[in-house]
């Protein structure tokens, strides 16, 4: 059996239906000052980071000076002089590279050149992030225990950033 419903009439429903906003209200009052907390603790640090001169300008022979590059290899990192050549070279360990060696080679560079600030990192192609980060803390700062203290000591806070020159031969 088939039944109509009048013929297309429907009861028209005429009621207003209240909007309920309680829970959101009680949900932006939590919400709002945990936001407002939590921002205090997320703080971002930025580096000023400068480009490189080109290795290839003409330079008034009286106006050399030194000139940090540390070059960051894919099995070495190499400490240098942009004028004079490489100051050292440290291949990597079973353990990765030998940041140690880097830090003490800087800390030793800095008490030639004490007045020397800025300095210039070069990478390969497809050095990991973390790895440029771990060398540019170490270029940067110099941590040292004294009285049970640690001493931050500046070494080259102002970082240039290159791409490494490809070795002729290389694979």
Not at 66 to 80: D, N, P
Not at 113 to 126: G, M, N, Q, R, S
């Amino acid at each position: 059996m088939i039944r109509s419903h009048g013929g297309g009439r429907r009861r028209s429903n005429n009621e207003t239906v209240e909007l309920n906003i309680e829970v959101f209200m009680n949900l932006m009052v939590i919400l709002v000052p945990f936001l407002l907390i939590t921002a205090v603790f997320s703080r971002m640090a930025i580096l000023e980071l400068n480009l490189p001169g080109s290795s290839t300008e003409p330079v008034n022979s009286q106006e050399q000076t030194f000139q940090l590059e540390i070059t960051v290899r894919k099995g070495q990192i190499e400490v240098g002089d942009r004028n004079v050549g490489a100051l050292g070279v440290y291949p990597n360990s079973a353990d990765g590279y030998d940041f140690e060696a880097l830090s003490t080679k800087l800390s030793d560079i800095k008490k030639r050149y004490p007045e020397k600030t800025d300095a210039a990192i070069l990478l390969e192609a497809e050095i990991p992030y973390d790895t440029l980060v771990q060398v540019m803390d170490r270029v940067r700062v110099e941590l040292s225990i004294e009285n049970e203290e640690v001493i931050r000591n500046d070494l080259f806070p102002d970082i240039s950033i290159g791409d490494a020159p490809i070795l002729d031969g290389g694979a």
